[in-house]
């Protein structure tokens, strides 16, 4: 990925750090706080690993654990999430951060944590999970709103980390409902939990909350009758006090909880100056704000004033950093802000708010921010845009579902009215090995009618489109080289994808046995790629070199080229990815070659495992891959593993049987296949390979089928058949068997 797009997708440097900083900052604790000291010496004593904080929003579940982190003698992490956390990719660095002062090992491996769809369960999650349990001290880390990381594949994730937590430690997750993954953990005893009725207000509680207010002249009785028309909740008896601080008449509050906030967050803030309650409605369109960030979005200069003024009125705004630069409202005042900030002004205000926020964001280069800013705009045009340009980019980050939420909420019809959206799309699910949805948009792509884009846009689609026709083959080797000749002629010098076109162009002299213009493509691309950060192009093309110095006799300029592949994996933190998987089975057959067995088995699994997401729809790239990764098995004596994958290029070829010299390649190993004496194991499928990590979990047989979407018979079928390769009978043993050859964590 070129250097200007990983920062594109980061985000500038300094507000990238302070925006992390905000997230993992432990939230200030009020002196005027009601404690909750009983609550926390009862779930600390509980000994449980997790203790869940589950309830409505207002019932004081942040204070709780702020409170108990001020009071902790472990070591503490705090996590922070909001929405454009839910993502494995996003979610589990967050936390690997939030421990690093105090786990080495969360800190060696946070850039690490980047696995796509199960690359995040079978490879990051595991990773966390042992750096935590090998941490040197007990720690407690804290993880608030975890209902914003709702989806099943950071719930997923969680669990695993969760069920590593070494006893003396422990892990506090707060949120507004319970997370399907704690009812698993209940069943297994490792769970504490702290509800809605834990957290209630008695009288004397209330008292203690009126006072801290200023609200002193309320009589027990009148007291008494708010807690009960409140039933005890928090906010509600702190919205109250503070109208009854400023208020002759009787207090009074019924209702529903969501009822009881609206009318008396109404009545708060109509007690305010009319500016400061104009900067609270519509600042709280930002999830974070700082008095930079609405200065320009409010069109104001007096942001920082106004800050000050609704933090000494106590007005559920919260520092989240160390200097006091960053803050965030209360969830729930801020719902109630954000409704009232459209009644109040207007749809219409509301979308020009989130064009400035976006358009700030843009300028601040936090693109991900921008465009969650200019979805809620209705601004669909800018913010597929962006999301075209950062796709690739993020793709090379893992964050794969926030693009799937993106692409979402814009739907369909936006959608396919974007070519490079398109184009960035069809990549996406071409590179990670996603057969339904490749062929829905290379389908989608080949629908665009290039004669009818502006003529400086069509030949720059052309090419792109090219380009994703090539790697496919899906019309034979023929026009594949075609296709690679067309982007090698009409990709610019400058682009940041003609290395790309380069090895697309090799790669199509490959197939028709051209291995000097191959050589000559490889090499001009590999030099380019680095200049422009775009480690994908070096992964596949360093491993074709060292196999053209194979087949020349070669093997030290063979073994230098697999080196250079398999640091380039390294350096971008790649691992799991399918554009790996060559590179690994290369670096694994120099590395038997030599000699060097017990390297070349940690290489073979590492290929294997990236295997996965080879499919036909790189079917060239895929049958290479599993053509070396055989020839690994049958050195180590394994045929059975090697027969095995020569089935796999059987399947591929039946799809896609024009590959040309590939094909020379399957028929040269079944000719090896055919002398060599039946040893070995018959490895782990793709399909079985998918399944694996979700036996680190408590999921039962059906879930796991509804996350792989395949039947309950299916994935009984498939563990069956781990428990035989593995020679195991259990899960518990099939994760340590699977952990022992390399097929889950590092």
Not at 231 to 256: D, I, K, Q, Y
Not at 449 to 464: H, I, K, W, Y
Not at 648 to 665: F, K, Q
Not at 690 to 715: C, D, M, W
């Amino acid at each position: 990925m070129p250097d200007m797009l990983r920062n594109v997708v980061l985000g500038g440097p300094e507000l990238h750090t302070a925006l992390l900083d905000s997230k993992t900052q432990i939230p200030h604790l009020r002196a005027s706080s009601v404690s909750r000291s009983r609550q926390i010496r009862e779930a600390r004593d509980s000994g449980a690993r997790v203790v869940s904080v589950a309830a409505p929003a207002g019932y004081g579940k942040s204070t709780m654990l702020s409170e108990w982190a001020a009071t902790e003698s472990r070591r503490v992490a705090w996590v922070s999430v909001d929405r454009t956390d839910d993502d494995p990719a996003l979610l589990l660095p967050l936390i690997a951060a939030a421990c690093s002062p105090f786990s080495p090992l969360a800190a060696a491996v946070m850039a690490d944590m980047r696995g796509i769809g199960a690359g995040a369960l079978g490879r990051s999650a595991p990773m966390l999970a042992a750096a935590l349990a090998s941490t040197p001290v007990s720690f407690v880390l804290f993880i608030d709103d975890v209902h914003l990381v709702g989806s099943e594949e950071c719930q997923d994730a969680l669990e695993v980390v969760l069920a590593r937590i070494a006893t003396g430690s422990q892990v506090v997750l707060a949120s507004r409902q319970e997370s399907p993954l704690i009812a698993r953990l209940r069943g297994t005893g490792d769970a504490w939990d702290v509800s809605a009725t834990d957290l209630v207000f008695d009288r004397a509680e209330a008292r203690a909350v009126f006072e801290a207010a200023g609200a002193t002249d309320v009589d027990d009785d009148e007291l008494a009758e708010v807690v009960i028309r409140c039933e005890g909740w928090p906010t509600g008896l702190f919205l109250c006090a503070l109208v009854a601080r400023s208020s002759t008449g009787p207090v009074s509050a019924a209702g529903s909880d969501r009822y009881v906030a609206d009318y008396l967050y109404r009545e708060c803030l109509s007690r305010l100056p009319k500016d400061l309650a104009a900067f609270l409605r519509r600042s709280s369109i930002l999830d974070q704000l700082s008095p930079e960030i609405c200065n320009s979005v409010l069109e104001i200069d007096t942001a920082r004033t106004l800050i000050h003024r609704v933090e000494a009125a106590n007005l559920f705004l919260a520092p989240t950093d160390r200097n006091r630069a960053w803050f965030r409202f209360h969830a729930l005042f801020r719902e109630f802000l954000l409704a009232e900030l459209e009644r109040v002004e207007g749809a219409a205000a509301v979308a020009e708010l989130h064009r400035r926020a976006a358009t700030w964001h843009e300028a601040h280069q936090v693109p991900a921010h921008a465009v969650e800013h200019w979805i809620r705009a209705g601004e669909y045009e800018r913010a597929s845009g962006l999301v075209a340009e950062l796709g690739l980019g993020m793709y090379g980050e893992g964050q794969v579902a926030t693009v799937r939420r993106w692409l979402h909420e814009l739907g369909d019809d936006v959608l396919l009215a974007h070519p490079a959206l398109v184009i960035s799309m069809t990549w996406t699910a071409i590179l990670l090995g996603e057969v339904r949805s490749g062929k829905r948009w290379a389908r989608a792509l080949d629908d665009v009618r290039a004669e009818e884009l502006p003529e400086t846009d069509r030949v720059m689609f052309e090419s792109a489109r090219a380009m994703v026709r090539s790697a496919m083959c899906e019309h034979g080797y023929h026009r594949a080289a075609a296709d690679a000749a067309f982007a090698f002629e009409h990709e610019p010098a400058n682009s940041p994808w003609r290395d790309q076109a380069l090895h697309l162009y090799g790669m199509a002299a490959l197939l028709r046995g051209d291995e000097q213009t191959a050589r000559v493509s490889f090499e001009e691309a590999i030099p380019l790629a680095t200049v422009m950060g775009n480690p994908d192009t070096v992964i596949l093309s360093e491993p074709e070199l060292a196999l053209i110095a194979i087949d020349e006799g070669r093997w030290a300029d063979a073994a230098d080229h697999a080196r250079r592949g398999i640091d380039a994996i390294d350096a971008s933190h790649m691992e799991g990815y399918p554009t790996t998987a060559l590179a690994l089975a290369v670096a694994a057959r120099v590395a038997v070659h030599g000699g060097h067995h017990p390297a070349g088995q940690r290489l073979l699994a590492r290929g294997m495992r990236a295997r996965v997401g080879c499919t036909h729809l790189l079917p060239y790239l895929s049958v290479r891959v599993r053509v070396q990764l055989a020839k690994v098995h049958l050195m180590l004596g394994d045929r059975a593993g090697a027969a095995h994958l020569l089935r796999e290029c059987d399947d591929i070829l039946r799809i896609r049987p024009d590959l040309g010299t590939t094909g020379a390649l399957v028929e040269e190993l079944r000719l090896g296949l055919a002398i060599a004496p039946m040893t070995g194991a018959v490895p782990l499928t793709p399909a079985e390979l998918r399944l694996l990590p979700y036996l680190q979990t408590h999921l039962t047989i059906a879930e796991i089928g509804k996350r792989l979407f395949v039947s309950r018979n299916t994935v009984s079928s498939q563990l069956g058949s781990i428990y035989r390769k593995l020679s195991v009978t259990s899960r518990s043993q099939a994760v340590e068997r699977a952990v022992a050859l390399g097929l889950l964590g590092e």
